[in-house]
């Protein structure tokens, strides 16, 4: 099994910063808007990304919520491994709101298909948009494409992506692992 650097912890940064750059553009001061990062690893690029606008961009009001998505996957029941489920904390409402879903890598929009059916637990959203840092071409099951995107990706399907999170990792680096 050997690993390779596809994005280093400059290139994260830089990324970052690009898309929330992207986001303000689209959603000037969030007054309408809620980020919503998807359970486990879609938090960290989601918090990363609120403490930027706030810090950085001087956005002064965001809604950051985390979704947890496990009992709306079309596999939850399937395979040997057992799913556990992790934390959903939405404590404002999404009624007629603006959502980005937040997810660190877009694989087969699995996940993102169950997003959209667990969201509707609170309430109907205007629109929604899909924000990720890799875009894995060439992998998709269902017809589901980001908004706005970090970096997108040409890797085959025996090939993973694995997002290295300072706060989770002690790192930020994007990998390629082949198996």
Request: charged share 30%.
């Amino acid at each position: 099994m050997s690993q390779k650097v596809l994005l280093n912890a400059k290139e994260v940064n830089i990324i970052l910063h690009r898309l929330a750059c992207q986001l303000i553009e689209r959603h000037h001061d969030f007054s309408n808007t809620v980020l919503i990062g998807l359970q486990p690893r879609g938090i960290y690029l989601a918090n990363r990304l609120a403490k930027i606008l706030k810090e950085d961009y001087k956005v002064s009001k965001i809604h950051l919520g985390q979704l947890d998505i496990t009992f709306y996957r079309d596999d939850f029941r399937r395979g040997d491994k057992t799913l556990e489920a992790n934390k959903t904390n939405i404590n404002f409402l999404v009624e007629d709101k603006k959502v980005v879903f937040i997810d660190d890598v877009l694989y087969t929009g699995r996940s993102i298909r169950a997003a959209l059916t667990a969201i509707q637990s609170f309430g109907r959203p205007k629109e929604i948009e899909l924000l990720t840092l890799i875009d894995r071409r060439f992998s998709r099951h269902l017809p589901i494409q980001p908004d706005y995107k970090g970096r997108q990706v040409d890797v085959i399907n025996d090939e993973k992506v694995k997002v290295n999170w300072m706060e989770n990792d002690q790192e930020d680096t994007v990998y390629l692992i082949e198996k």
